[in-house]
């Protein structure tokens, strides 16, 4: 049986999703929780990577065991063994060709920022940035919607065979003392919304950034700054037709 997940997790303590040979990462927390529920040892499959430090909304992952249980055990079985910072929130039974990474359509991340006075209930959940003007910000991301070359928004060490991608929507809203960019595409190159969130607070502190120059650039050296791993999330991960993935729910 294969099986579709959806975890939220603290990206703090842990090395990223994917297992390392040494670290503690979210992917070898699930398999371990897996493994104490069945017996089995499966692989788990993520959408996608998410570094040190980063979080998740709705991670999407899939596994096969040869037991088959209700959606409802795996999500209070599988929660019940794995620690607090990481939670399963839905589970479905798919069709065997159902892939949680390579069936990705869209993703959507979240960069979360505070402009308030730096607090210890937001500490490691958004990045402190003071005081910036949302609306500019907004402005400027727009301007990255489309088809581009993003390679001046790519940290070295990622193996992407193309920095070429679709954004589908980018913006910037703010919340009270929260400002939130999202940002949603057909693939992500390596620390890329990171790089372009540290240009963005830029544009919000007033200094001149041109978002379209940057991107024309296709020169790293043109964007060098990195916003904080904590201030990322993985929001939302879409699949085509996926109501045509469920099998049995």
């Not at 079985?77 to 939670?87: D, E, G, I, M, T």
């Not at 999202?182 to 919000?204: D, E, P």
Request: hydrophobic share 40%; net charge neutral.
């Amino acid at each position: 049986m294969r099986y579709r997940i959806t975890l939220s997790y603290d990206g703090a303590d842990f090395c990223g999703w994917q297992s390392q040979p040494n670290g503690n990462s979210v992917q070898d927390a699930v398999e371990i929780a897996i493994e104490k529920l069945s017996g089995e040892k499966p692989r788990v499959t993520g959408s996608g990577r998410t570094d040190a430090g980063v979080h998740a909304v709705a991670q999407v992952a899939h596994f096969d065991l040869e037991k088959e249980y209700p959606p409802k055990t795996i999500v209070g079985a599988l929660n019940a063994y794995l620690p607090k910072s990481v939670r399963v929130t839905a589970a479905q039974v798919v069709c065997g060709d159902f892939d949680a990474l390579r069936n990705v359509k869209k993703k959507t991340y979240m960069y979360l920022m505070y402009c308030g006075d730096a607090l210890p209930l937001v500490a490691g959940r958004a990045a402190v940035v003071g005081r910036v003007d949302a609306a500019a910000m907004n402005d400027a991301a727009r301007s990255l919607i489309g088809t581009h070359d993003f390679a001046t928004f790519m940290a070295a060490g990622g193996g992407a065979k193309t920095s070429t991608r679709t954004v589908y929507d980018a913006y910037v809203e703010r919340d009270g003392d929260f400002v939130e960019f999202f940002i949603t595409a057909n693939g992500f190159l390596y620390n890329m919304v990171r790089i372009i969130s540290a240009q963005l607070i830029k544009v919000g502190r007033g200094e001149n950034v041109d978002i379209p120059a940057l991107i024309a650039a296709r020169d790293r050296s043109a964007a060098k700054d990195i916003a904080p791993a904590h201030g990322l999330y993985l929001y939302k991960v879409e699949y085509a037709n996926h109501r045509l993935d469920l099998c049995r729910v």
